[in-house]
């Protein structure tokens, strides 16, 4: 697991509204439990600045920010991409959630 890594979300109540969960989660604490994630999901309509579209296996999912949550390693499924390429944009809308701008 890494910091930016796309993963399948195997939690199956969830895993219908939110299908990938992006782990946020710096990598020097990759021995802790649990992972800091961000949910992504379809068809929801995105929040200028907060809510960042990103295109995974060809088909675009929107970042929600503000669903943030910190999840037990187990939820986490296959690694199926990363967006660590698109670090700055996924900052930036954590920073935008926290500070407003």
């Avoid at 379809?42 to 970042?63: M, T």
């Avoid at 187990?74 to 920073?95: F, M, N, P, Q, T």
């Amino acid at each position: 697991m890494a910091q930016f890594d796309i993963h399948r979300n195997n939690n199956l109540e969830s895993a219908h509204e939110f299908p990938y969960l992006l782990d946020i989660q710096s990598d020097i604490l990759s021995g802790l439990d649990t992972r800091v994630v961000v949910p992504l999901s379809e068809n929801i309509k995105a929040i200028q600045h907060l809510n960042p579209v990103f295109e995974i296996e060809n088909k675009s999912y929107v970042l929600l920010t503000q669903e943030l949550a910190g999840v037990h390693k187990s939820a986490l499924g296959e690694k199926c991409s990363s967006l660590r390429d698109k670090r700055s944009e996924v900052i930036a809308s954590i920073d935008f959630m926290v500070s407003g701008f």
